[in-house]
């Protein structure tokens, strides 16, 4: 019953977010925003964590799974691929690189960041 409840409430969460994306007239998908909820919803503590733990593992355990029906459905496509193939490989190829390009450059500057911080904590306690 446990796992049920927490479902639901991740599914509410969902629903949400489709209301959101039908109601606000940007370009964002329904499942970000049913994201930024969910993680604002957690972080002011609206939401403990324990109320969708062992749901969220259990979902993330299974997540390949859901990638199978699309990897079929590019099977099928073949055809219409076949064409782009070369494009489409080096755009996946750039776009990879430039996404582990600004991820580290993020990453860097929030343990930069925090590392400032804790120096200045430190000072202030001497």
């Given at each position: 019953m446990k796992y049920l409840k927490q479902f639901t409430l991740i599914l509410a969460i969902s629903f949400i977010g489709e209301l959101l994306k039908e109601i606000l007239p940007l370009p964002v998908p329904a499942s970000i925003y049913g994201m930024v909820l969910l993680f604002l919803c957690l972080e002011t503590g609206i939401i403990r964590l324990s109320s969708v733990k062992e749901t969220a593992k259990y979902l993330i355990e299974i997540m390949p799974l859901m990638f199978i029906p699309a990897g079929v459905g590019?099977?099928?496509?073949?055809?219409?691929?076949?064409?782009?193939?070369?494009?489409?490989?080096?755009?996946?190829?750039?776009?990879?690189?430039?996404?582990?390009?600004?991820?580290?450059?993020?990453?860097?500057?929030?343990?930069?960041?925090?590392?400032?911080?804790?120096?200045?904590?430190?000072?202030?306690?001497?």
């Open positions: 590019l099977l099928e496509s073949w055809g219409v691929l076949y064409p782009i193939l070369v494009k489409t490989a080096i755009i996946i190829i750039i776009s990879t690189i430039v996404v582990m390009a600004v991820s580290g450059k993020v990453t860097q500057g929030v343990i930069r960041h925090c590392g400032q911080k804790k120096t200045l904590e430190a000072e202030k306690n001497e």
